[in-house]
C-alpha cells in the first residue's frame, strides 16, 4: 500500500529553507482583533506617511484590514491639524506657573477685601468716638 504524501512531508524533501518557528523583529503576533497599542497605530501611520510601508503591507504585518489601517491614517491627520490650528500647547512649567498665577490672584483679592473691611470697621470705630470741643 502506497503511503500518501503530506504536505509537511513536501516540505521536508524540498530544498526550500523551512519558515522560522520564531517571529522575526518585522513581525507581529497577533493580539486580539482590534486592539492595538498607541505606540503600534503610531508606528503604522509614520511608516506610511514616510514612504517606507504601503497601507496593505501595514495591515498585513499588524494583521488588520487595511481600512482599518486608514482611519488610523485619517484620524492622525485630522489630529495633526487640530494640533496646528491651537498653536503649541503650554510645557508642564507652564501650566504650573499658570495654577500658581491664579492662586496668587484669589490670595491678593481676599487679602483686598479684607483691607477694606478692616478700613471700614475702623472708620466706623472713629466716628463712634466722641469729638474733642474745639478751641476757644
Known amino acids: 500500500m502506497k503511503r500518501s504524501r503530506s504536505m509537511s512531508d ?6 526550500e529553507p523551512a519558515e522560522p518557528e520564531t517571529p522575526t523583529a518585522k513581525e507581529v503576533t ?9 505606540e503600534d497605530k503610531r508606528q503604522a501611520v509614520l511608516d506610511i506617511l514616510s514612504g517606507k510601508a504601503t497601507v ?10 487595511p481600512e482599518t489601517v486608514e482611519g488610523w491614517k485619517a484620524d492622525a491627520l485630522a489630529g495633526m491639524e487640530s494640533a496646528f490650528r491651537q498653536g503649541p500647547t503650554p510645557s508642564d512649567e ?4 499658570a495654577v500658581e498665577n491664579a492662586e496668587l490672584k484669589r490670595v491678593v483679592v481676599k487679602l483686598e477685601m479684607q483691607k477694606e473691611l478692616l478700613e471700614n470697621a475702623l ?8 469729638t474733642r470741643p474745639g478751641r476757644s
Not at 513536501?10 to 530544498?15: C, D, G, I, L, S
Not at 501595514?58 to 488588520?64: D, E, G
Not at 507652564?94 to 506657573?97: I, S
Not at 472708620?123 to 466722641?130: A, D, G, H, L, W
Open 123 to 130: 472708620e466706623t470705630e472713629r466716628n463712634k468716638r466722641p
Open 94 to 97: 507652564d501650566k504650573k506657573l
Open 10 to 15: 513536501e516540505k521536508k524533501t524540498t530544498n
Open 56 to 65: 496593505a503591507q501595514v495591515a498585513k504585518r499588524l494583521c488588520v484590514l
Open 30 to 38: 497577533r493580539r486580539r482583533p482590534g486592539k492595538r497599542s498607541v
